[in-house]
């Protein structure tokens, strides 16, 4: 009974909380957006083989839980341009939008996240580490959630999933202190990225780092936005068109994260 009783009321709850946020949005007149970050994706038997991996892992059966959400609440999922042309302040979207972004570029994406993204019609940005790409020969699915996409299979979701955009997150600084790299070094890497993967004017921080001459090191490449992680626990939040253009804040979708709880993030943030 008191199982039941949960069930009824933790909708009803999560329904007044929306209708409050909704109108506190429309007396502010402030529309933020929700930029959910996800790393990696698995079974849950995968995952269990990978301990070290799995505070950065969601199971497939929860991100489906996730985007089943999206779907049946009316979520728009953004491409990278509709989010920019919103940020610039020229064009304006539905209350319910989201986008949805990974980072790294692992192999699991392309197993697992990207089939459920067509299926379910939505759209996706993922952030690549350009030289765990090149280093990659992983063109088949083992199991192993630490393998990341090689070029083949880059080339195989351009046409298999053109709801699937591909960003920048550095070709080698994924890594503790390149931030501190100077501006050329910086520039350096961001040349060496573009040079081998087309159109590619976002950006994420490895790590979430960034700095003076990281910023600087992206305008000087014409990058338009850059996107961070954390690192303080209020860092993680929606994103305003108030916010620098490079430093754009995501929240962060940790494993495990139920439903209800996926939902009050959507909405509180």
């Known amino acids: ?26 007396i502010t007149e402030e529309h933020r957006i929700a930029v959910l970050c996800y790393h990696n994706i698995a079974t849950t038997e995968e995952k269990q083989n990978f301990l070290d991996e799995q505070d950065w892992t969601i199971t497939v059966e929860n991100f489906e839980e996730q985007l089943k959400y999206l779907q049946k609440n009316n979520y728009k999922t953004l491409t990278m341009q509709e989010f920019y042309k919103w940020k610039q302040g020229e064009i304006n979207l539905p ?9 790294d570029g692992f192999l699991s994406n392309y197993q697992y996240a990207f089939p459920l993204l067509k299926k379910y019609n939505m759209n996706a940005t993922v952030f690549i580490v350009g030289s765990f790409i090149d280093n990659s020969t992983d063109n088949e699915w083992q199991g192993n959630i630490k393998t990341y996409m090689s070029n083949e299979i880059l080339e195989k979701v351009k046409k298999e999933y053109p709801n699937i955009e591909i960003y920048s997150h550095s070709y080698n600084l ?45 305008k000087e490449e014409n990058y338009k936005m850059a996107f961070k992680y954390g690192p303080d626990r209020k860092d993680y939040k929606k994103a305003s068109r108030k916010d620098d253009d490079f430093e754009i804040p995501r929240l962060n979708v940790s494993h495990g994260m139920s439903v209800n709880k996926f939902a009050i993030r959507l909405m509180m943030y």
């Open 174 to 218: 994924h890594y503790q202190g390149a931030i501190n790299r100077n501006t050329e070094e910086l520039k350096n890497d961001i040349e060496t990225f573009n040079s081998k993967f087309e159109n590619i004017d976002i950006y994420c921080y490895p790590f979430g780092q960034y700095n003076y001459n990281m910023k600087q090191a992206l």
């Open 1 to 26: 009974m008191k199982i039941k009783k949960r069930k009824i009321i933790l909708p009803i709850i999560i329904s007044i909380i929306a209708i409050i946020i909704i109108i506190g949005v429309y």
């Open 95 to 103: 209350y319910k939008s989201v986008l949805i972004t990974f980072d």
